[in-house]
């Protein structure tokens, strides 16, 4: 799974989102994430077959949005949609309370199926993920959780990382709003760098995998520079403190 990914929540299906996909891909990203929820599965398709890149060669998440209906068939609307064969991760969007067992057993079948490649969930905090794991014949491959300097889930993060458990920030810019921050900011003045691409390389060197969002080329290209440089020990600890979660596993987001 690639470590960088645009993310695509609240673009607009049609030329928003067909566009910021294919300047992701130009720009190198090699994974998108979208969800049915989004409702702009078919633009992300599209561009991604326009790119003319091997199928294989994009990593394409989508996500359940869990409800009474089953799970094979909402995914094959998302496969309808997508225009694909599979996707490479089909994500439980949220632990809802009745999500259950039967949810799961019913992702295991469609990795069986090959219709996804792997299956994880997303919101789960370390609780709901215990509760599943105890019944699952597969583990879960991903949590796809929000994580940033200020939401730093220190706990659900070792969790994951010991169990082998991808641990998948999303909203890693914290939705634009702590690009401003002093403490940020200062550390991107003396480093050379933006505030985004400081917090993005704070997450990765967390071991995260990141999926920012933007609809603008210049961000797009500016947010994947990021495998260029290192934050130094000093500076992480420094990030760290910014938390305002206190290390809590609670899902949030
Ligand atoms: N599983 C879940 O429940 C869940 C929930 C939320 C998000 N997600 C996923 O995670 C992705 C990212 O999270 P997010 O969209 O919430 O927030 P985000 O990536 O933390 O922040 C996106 C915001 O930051 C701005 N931005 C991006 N790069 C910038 C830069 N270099 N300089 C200044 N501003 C910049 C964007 O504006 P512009 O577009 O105008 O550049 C947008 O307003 C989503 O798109 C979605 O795929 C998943």
């Given at each position: 799974m690639p470590v960088l990914g645009l993310g695509v929540w609240k673009m607009a299906e049609g030329r928003e989102t067909e566009q910021a996909v294919e300047w992701a891909l130009e720009a190198g990203y090699r994974l998108v994430d979208t969800a049915?929820?989004?409702?702009?599965e078919h633009s992300v398709g599209a561009a991604v077959r326009r790119?003319?890149?091997?199928?294989?060669?994009v990593f394409v998440t989508t996500k359940l949005m869990p409800t009474h209906a089953s799970a094979a068939r909402e995914l094959e609307h998302s496969l309808r949609r997508l225009g694909?064969?599979?996707?490479?991760l089909y994500l439980i969007h949220w632990p809802l309370p009745f999500v259950s067992a039967r949810h799961w057993r019913e992702l295991e079948t469609l990795q069986e199926r090959g219709l996804a490649r792997a299956i994880g969930v997303s919101n789960f905090g370390r609780g709901r993920l215990e509760t599943l794991m105890r019944g699952a014949a597969r583990m879960p491959a991903v949590d796809q959780v929000q994580f940033s300097p200020f939401q730093y889930r220190r706990r659900l993060l070792d969790f994951c990382l010991e169990r082998g458990i991808v641990f998948e920030a999303y909203s890693?810019?914290?939705?634009?709003?702590?690009?401003?921050?002093p403490t940020i900011v200062a550390v991107a003045e003396r480093l050379g760098r933006t505030p985004a691409q400081v917090m993005l390389r704070w997450a990765i060197q967390h071991q995260a995998v990141v999926i920012p969002k933007s609809s603008r080329q210049d961000r797009i290209r500016a947010n994947a520079?990021?495998?260029d440089f290192e934050l130094a020990d000093a500076d992480m600890r420094i990030l760290d403190a910014?938390?305002?979660?206190?290390?809590?596993?609670r899902a949030r987001g």
């Open positions: 049915s929820m989004y409702r702009n790119s003319g890149l091997p199928r294989e060669d694909f064969d599979y996707v490479d890693p810019l914290a939705r634009g709003k702590g690009l401003e921050h520079q990021v495998f910014l938390d305002r979660t206190n290390g809590s596993a």
